[in-house]
């Protein structure tokens, strides 16, 4: 289903809207941008704060632990943020669906 979804700086109204019902503003965005672990997948960038982030930059970030900030690689923008405190399903599908080298 595509839809056509315009940004204010940089962030989509659909992630506008994601941000007001769950309560996220953007300097929690900001933080998890620049301190979170970040996860390449085919079409986005997902930047997110867990336990490791919290406990290795400081206390401060436990507000941001869960929260999962999804950006477009074509440009940057912000698609969508959401709670999730799972961080097992995060991986680079990037490297699962590269092609292989194999040594002759």
Do not use: W
Not at 14 to 31: P, V, Y
Not at 56 to 80: K, M, Q, W, Y
């Amino acid at each position: 289903m595509a839809y056509h979804n315009e940004t204010t700086n940089g962030i989509t109204n659909h992630a506008q809207q994601r941000m007001s019902t769950r309560s996220i503003n953007e300097s929690q965005i900001d933080q998890v941008m620049r301190y979170g672990r970040e996860s390449h997948t085919n079409k986005a960038v997902i930047y997110t704060i867990g336990r490791k982030e919290v406990k290795a930059n400081g206390r401060f970030l436990e507000p941001c632990e869960g929260i999962h900030v999804l950006c477009s690689i074509d440009d940057g923008s912000i698609i969508t943020i959401y709670r999730n405190h799972d961080l097992k399903g995060l991986r680079n599908t990037f490297e699962l669906n590269r092609p292989r080298s194999y040594k002759q």
